[in-house]
């Protein structure tokens, strides 16, 4: 099957390996990604405070090229997602919002219709992938490997756009399970915003949140923290590696775990590529 | 009948050294507070919690189910008994503040945190008929702006949920700001009390929200804090305040996303907290693990027509944060075109539709454009 890639700033540019790792994870799984090229940042939940409307119209011309495809959408950042899901939200809901940004896409000649599904990597691999097929394609299982599941908020808030049950998610420990991972989903700091977003506005807010989620991983001897959200795994890596005396705790992005587990090198999943390193 | 089991959190603080918890049998039915009234009823009658109207308007029965906030009158029962499969739910008091006893919270701080941020009318002379006799008017088109804020009924969910309260103990709190903005947007409040609030509310953390959404999620009556937080941000920049590290930020997003389509992660450190050598640490840090990093995005396919766009919808605002800095921007094209040796437009032209491999692309694109 194909379904429309929406890549945001994490899967390309300097990322652009991340990129090459989640298409290789998914040829596996018999998904073809489709590249959404003409797709622009989605504003990262930050142009809203220039103009809310600008997001609208942003992320609206990103769905709308999907549409443009005749194809579903696969949104692999929890901000991403959050922030298109809330603009469809937005538009489905409110006819009036819904016409006057196609006046704006006209002049692109791209409509907004409403058609395209929306899905986030953990719903795609739950919902279509299944965790069937993906315990099929493991070769390499990561067994005896202690694995922290870490969700990041933007796929569980608000419960409107949430693609797994907010107060009790289960999608991220069984894909990690059918990875063959030791999955250690009891620790204190689960539920704990990675604090990403705000390292431009309040940086120490970032490091303190960093430093009790890490600490909270190690304290139930977990190997690696396990994320579906890139910029959650940018937190515990780079900015991790920016801590006065970092906790040292290796982190991975969701789809280099399945990399590994599928059998691609170190180097081809992406895990080689980390400021902390991983043990693998 | 079907029963689960409450673990709930009991604290006198005349009697008992540390809190503990007590299990209770209650029946799976009704509502959350239909459990607490059961068994003050016919369990212990020396359970203590709040709750008043039992119809989620006065906001008092918040409590927290296994770690998540929860209007304890608007929560069934058997939908808590299914998310978490019929294992015992922990009931306990608010995060963030002082226990009284039980499931009793003190909200004297929050409160008080909140006053700070001024979240009244302070009358304007020239809206406000000064004779009390006469209406003071609002128009439907003026109740659209807050008509969600004014549902708040201080139950505190937010602010127990808050990821900022929780790593900044001066942060307001969520309701705080959603009730600031409610005067903040009102016509009829003076000028000068709108400057006080924004400063007020900058001193109170404006920029410390982690925009996790939580508070979205928790809130019963649907406001929705961290978008008035965002709409704060933007009024505190279009009243000058753009020296703040977040409004830099926010800058960098206006203008990048204008001119390539992306923002650049690599440039954020430099243009935000003047770090000029992050750029080259970056790079030799990928470098050295073999993988080529790009320095400037690549614009994007179709760019033209959307910057077309961008700026239609920022010209037709009448709110906007800041206007496009297209000095930058040129700053921004010519970055872009050193680095693939052509023009935005030649970029987009020749170099899109190529096959997409990271490892050696940059080098690859290049070559494609005739530079080096």
Known sequence: MKIGFYQGCCFQGQDAHMFDTMRKVFEKLGVELELLEETTCCGGNTIEEEERELSYAINLRNIALSEAKGLDMLISCNTCYMVIAKAKLAADKNKKLKEKMNRLLKAEGLEYKGSAKIYHLLDFLRDVVGYEKIREAVVNPLTGVKVVPYYGCHVLYPKEIAVDNSDNPSSLEEILKALGAEVVSDYECKDVCCGYHSFYTDKNMTLRKLDRILNSVKEVSGDIIATPCPLCFKAFDIYQAKMESPPNVPSAFLTELMAYAFGLSREESGLKYHLIKVPV | ?372
């Not at chain 2, 503990?20 to 509502?31: I, L, R």
């Open chain 2, 1 to 372: 009948m079907e029963t689960v089991t409450l673990k709930i959190f009991r604290y006198d603080p005349d009697k008992d050294n540390v809190p503990y918890y007590k299990d209770y049998e209650v029946p799976v039915e009704g509502t959350l507070l239909n459990a607490l009234l059961y068994i003050k009823d016919n369990l212990d009658p020396t359970l203590s919690f709040r709750a008043f109207c039992r119809s989620e308007v006065c906001g008092s029965c918040a409590v927290r189910v296994n770690g998540k906030t929860k209007l304890a009158c608007k929560t069934p029962m058997r939908e808590l008994y299914e998310i978490w499969k019929g294992k015992p739910l922990k009931v306990e008091p608010l995060n963030h503040m002082k226990v009284i006893k039980d499931l009793v919270t003190d909200i004297d701080e929050p409160v008080e945190k909140m006053k700070t941020l001024m979240p009244w009318l302070v009358p304007d002379p020239s809206v406000v008929p000064s004779d009390p006799m006469h209406e003071s008017i609002i128009y439907p088109e003026e109740m659209e702006l807050y008509k969600d804020q004014i549902h708040c009924m201080l139950c505190f969910s937010c602010y127990s949920a808050c990821e900022a309260v929780e790593d900044n103990e001066r942060y307001r709190g969520p309701f705080a700001f959603s009730r600031a903005y409610r005067f903040q947007v009102d016509r009829r409040d003076i000028e000068t009390a709108k400057d006080r609030r924004i400063r007020y509310a900058i001193s109170g953390g404006l920029w410390s929200c982690v925009q996790c959404q939580k508070c979205l999620h928790v809130c019963p009556k649907g406001v929705k804090p961290a978008e008035d937080i965002q709409n704060l941000r933007r009024r505190s920049i279009r009243k000058g305040f753009t020296d703040k590290p977040g409004a830099k930020k926010l800058k960098h997003y206006v203008d990048w996303i204008y001119a390539t389509g992306q923002i650049n992660r690599l440039y954020l450190p430099a243009e935000v907290y003047g770090d000029s050598e992050a750029v080259e640490v970056l790079k030799s840090a990928y470098k050295s693990m073999g993988a080529e990093v790009w320095e400037v995005p690549k614009p994007v396919k179709g760019l033209l027509k959307f910057r077309d766009t961008y700026l239609e919808v920022l010209s037709k605002s009448e709110e906007k944060a800041m206007n496009i800095d297209f000095s930058h921007v040129r700053e921004i094209d010519r970055l872009v075109s050193d680095f693939f040796k052509a023009d935005v437009c030649t970029i987009l032209d020749r170099a899109l539709s190529k096959s997409y491999e990271s490892k050696g692309l940059v080098d690859r694109l290049k070559s494609l454009l005739g530079g080096n």
